[in-house]
């Protein structure tokens, strides 16, 4: 005998509860995403090329942000794109809404705001305005607007062998001949001069210096204005020395490359950038030097408002347009750049601030070259080679001074550094100079200035 079903153990009734059941654990599902989405909100997201100094001082600064009372729904992150220049700008280009905020190179600010990537920035205010350095701050416009805060500057600096040059050349014909004749005296040199010869922006930087530095220009008022004798001198003694004082393999040279044969003694002269100070005086094994401006034009060449013949270079931090943490990201923005963030970048990573007030620090007072109490940190704490030497009482005075002198001539150089043309199509116009540049030297002959031009020309409107 079969039990009659009651109205509770109906299919009906079962397909009911099911479905009961299955809208309560979607409300508690929807509830706990909802609690987590509250509660930990989507990181600002910064993009960025690869950190470069020796304690990853970027990631160190984040982390700093991070751990700040009141940034728990604020935290950020650095995501490292391709160690390679142009495809770290086409990353970020082409990455619309993956990213909050950009570290651009100075030179990609102007081409990135033009292409409408770019959030228009507030004005720091008062004081803090007129703190950071004014060419820094140039490359951080657009059209008049500020674009970008100026996060690290970069310059070139002359390094050269303080046991083989009493004083550093004034001119390039000077820094040519010299380079040449210690050669020939010392047959261990491998080269009297090197930089950063290689197909890439490097060489666009090497070439405008040395052009610069002979009274030259490339472009001006919107103009290409290359053909000229000073230009043409400039890069025919250049081309004169590939396969002498600078050899053949030079042409393939990065960063990396020409500070390693200083560091091996093989080079009398080397153009680099700010850090290479640090690397080399953390290496035991490297020679004696110091450090200069790169030649400047001769006398009554150049303009006055421009003495320096040096490239600025550096990182501009922007907000990617439409970015939905874009307040956040503006105050983040700010903390980077801000005095306590400037110092640590110098004072770790070896990175060149951009606020005056950093290079005015009082580095060497007292017991040594590091931080002090207004920045949390003891003296020295996670400081460079050079600025841990200041502990020792027998090299304060004088590692402190050479500290000192360094951060002066950066201070100088970057404050009077020349912007590289500031193009929308800044990219295309770098390309076709140094690839024109560079399939000369490495016929071992200048560029045909004519054809050169004209290519340059087009390259400056986009075409």
Known sequence: MTRARGPAGSPRARRARARAAALVLAMVAALGMAACTAEEPRAIVVASGADVSPVRIRQQLIDAWNAMPGNRHRQARIVELS?????QRSQM???RGEYDVYNLDTMWTAEFAAAGLLEELPE??????????????????????????PFNADTGLLYYRSDLVESPPRSWPELWETARRLKAEHPELEAGYAGQFAEYEGLTVNALEIIWGGGGDVLAGGKVVLSGPR?????????????????????DHREADGLRMFAERKVAFLRHWPYAYHVLRGDEKAPPFKVAALPRPPQGLGTAARPSATALGGQNLAVAKGSPRRDDAIDLIRFLTGQHCQRRLMREGGFAPTRHSVYDYPWGEVSGCGGNAADGQPRNAGALPVLERCTEASHTAAACQE???????????????????ALPSYQRFSEVFRREVHRALVAGRPPDIA??????????TGR
Do not use: C, H
């Open 83 to 87: 160690p390679v220049a142009d495809l």
């Open 93 to 95: 280009a082409g990455a």
């Open 124 to 149: 720091p205010e008062g004081q803090d305005g007129q703190d950071f350095l004014a060419r820094p701050m140039e490359a951080a416009r657009y059209g008049g607007a500020l674009m970008a805060y």
């Open 231 to 251: 230009n043409e001198e400039s890069l025919k003694a250049l081309a004169a020395q590939i396969g002498t004082t600078i050899p053949r393999e030079v042409l």
């Open 403 to 421: 500290w000192e002198a360094f951060l002066r001539e950066v201070w100088r150089e970057v404050d009077a550094a020349r912007a590289r043309p």
């Open 451 to 460: 054809r050169l031009s004209a290519e340059l020309a087009a390259a400056a």
